[in-house]
Nanobody, 124 residues
Framework: QVQLVESGGGLVQAGGSLRLSCAAS????????VGWFRQAPGKEREFAAA???????FYADSVKGRFTVSRGNAKNTVYLQMNSLKPEDTAVYYC??????????????????WGQGTQVTVSS
């Protein structure tokens, strides 16, 4: 069955960049919408960005202009390019996929398949 695996997290200084990858094992994202969420300790899970199967993009106000979500040419990987990182971006980042729109791309309940997450730490 399809599984999602995030990679690319790490430690970066404020103002720096990271590129996260979300790879589909056993399938592709060609027919799925894919979202990126993040969660810091003691905080609720927060929507960051999403990409629809047709290519439409969605961003939370907190990351708009700094983060870019894209789909690889092979259609089995989705990326989250994070620029101008801030300490408040520190969180575990998750990718998630869905095949049936459930009301809002910012709502975790709209997604049915989740990765295990990758840690992003932004130092001051």
């Amino acid at each position: 069955q399809v599984q999602l695996v995030e990679s690319g997290g790490g430690l970066v200084q404020a103002g720096g960049s990271l590129r996260l990858s979300c790879a589909a094992s056993g399938g592709s994202f060609s027919m799925a919408y894919v979202g990126w969420f993040r969660q810091a300790p003691g905080k609720e899970r927060e929507f960051a960005a999403a990409i629809r199967s047709g290519g439409m993009l969605f961003y939370a106000d907190s990351v708009k202009g700094r983060f870019t979500v894209s789909r690889g040419n092979a259609k089995n990987t989705v990326y989250l390019q994070m620029n101008s990182l801030k300490p408040e971006d520190t969180a575990v980042y998750y990718c998630a996929a869905g095949w049936d729109y459930r009301g809002s791309y910012s709502d975790p309940s709209s997604y049915v398949l989740w990765g295990q997450g990758t840690q992003v730490t932004v130092s001051s």
